[in-house]
């Protein structure tokens, strides 16, 4: 190889034939500019390495998705490939990221355990799967999840927690403390630049925003669902927790209040870090312990469970099925 370098704008197309023709024939983000350019251009960057053969082909590529714009910025990883013909080009393209692009932390939810979750390894990676949890709405029939075992398991609530929607950014700022939230040292940090084209700004996606408030209106976190139809019915999921997770102990009167209001067969909630006996006390379940079947795949629906393994850094972050590029359009 004769060049590693960060992609510019007139490289978009190129990358996107790349995924077409070396990822998977017909992906979104060969075919879909105005959501490729949303996931992957940060402050006027494209942020994608490439790597070139000596006749300047793409020969391999790897995005990233930075979460703030300082020096101490939290990375995502998304969408690495390189071809085999390339030698150790892969390795070498997350070396260039690691030393020319300060941050924090970097991280990766939906890494393949046969292939590069050796490579992380090898790299001093912490590597693992993430916890799926779900909590059932008592019906008759469940059209989407495959339900055996119908419990729903009953919990105490020692603080009273509410959900306020937000229909406009600017509704957060008004009510949720980004300041404090920045202060807390929060793993990884979302600036309200990236909350905002994340989650306001979807190009496809309408997410649900809630401020979870204490009795006195204080936000503690901002809750981000999302309205999932599939076979004449629909399930809510769970996407991001962004402040204190902690208030997902007090919550759950809440999120069946919606279950009820949005008609939905249960919610689910993929997560790595939250602490499991404050999960369990809060009324929720863990697919792999239930015998159900609570599916992750939609486009198409696949009635089966699904392991997402994630890597990091920083083996202290919380991660959401937000976090990199997990929840997208396929």
Not at 301 to 320: A, K, M, R, W
Request: net charge negative; aromatic share 14%; proline share 4%.
């Amino acid at each position: 190889m004769n060049e590693i370098r960060f992609s510019h704008r007139e490289d978009i197309p190129r990358i996107m034939k790349f995924i077409d023709e070396h990822w998977k024939k017909g992906h979104i983000l060969a075919n879909n500019r105005e959501l490729f350019e949303w996931q992957y251009m940060f402050d006027g960057r494209v942020c994608f390495v490439l790597g070139f053969d000596e006749n300047h082909n793409i020969q391999g590529i790897l995005g990233y998705i930075p979460y703030d714009d300082t020096n101490t910025k939290d990375i995502a990883l998304a969408l690495w490939k390189a071809e085999h013909v390339s030698g150790f080009l892969g390795i070498e393209m997350l070396v260039f990221l690691l030393q020319n692009e300060n941050h924090r932390t970097v991280f990766c939810t939906g890494i393949n355990p046969k292939t590069t979750y050796s490579i992380y390894r090898y790299l001093g990676l912490t590597v693992g799967v993430m916890t799926q949890w779900y909590r059932l709405k008592s019906q008759g029939k469940y059209s989407i999840a495959g339900i055996t075992n119908d419990t729903i398991p009953e919990f105490s609530v020692t603080k009273r927690l509410v959900l306020k929607r937000y229909r406009q950014f600017e509704e957060t700022e008004k009510n949720f403390d980004y300041g404090a939230y920045r202060q807390s040292g929060a793993r990884p940090y979302k600036s309200p630049a990236y909350i905002k084209k994340r989650y306001f700004g979807h190009p496809v996606y309408h997410y649900m925003i809630y401020g979870a408030a204490d009795r006195e209106g204080r936000v503690e976190a901002l809750i981000v669902l999302r309205l999932q139809e599939c076979n004449g019915s629909c399930a809510l999921r769970f996407v991001d927790c962004i402040g204190n997770d902690g208030c997902l102990a007090f919550l759950t009167c809440e999120f069946d209040r919606l279950l009820q209001e949005c008609g939905a067969e249960y919610m689910d909630l993929y997560e790595t870090g939250l602490s499991p006996d404050m999960m369990e006390k809060a009324g929720w379940l863990k697919v792999k312990e239930s015998g159900n079947i609570i599916p992750n795949y939609f486009s198409p629906y696949q009635e089966c469970n699904v392991d997402i393994h994630f890597c990091t850094s920083d083996p202290g972050v919380i991660l959401f099925r937000g976090d990199g590029d997990q929840d997208r359009p396929s």
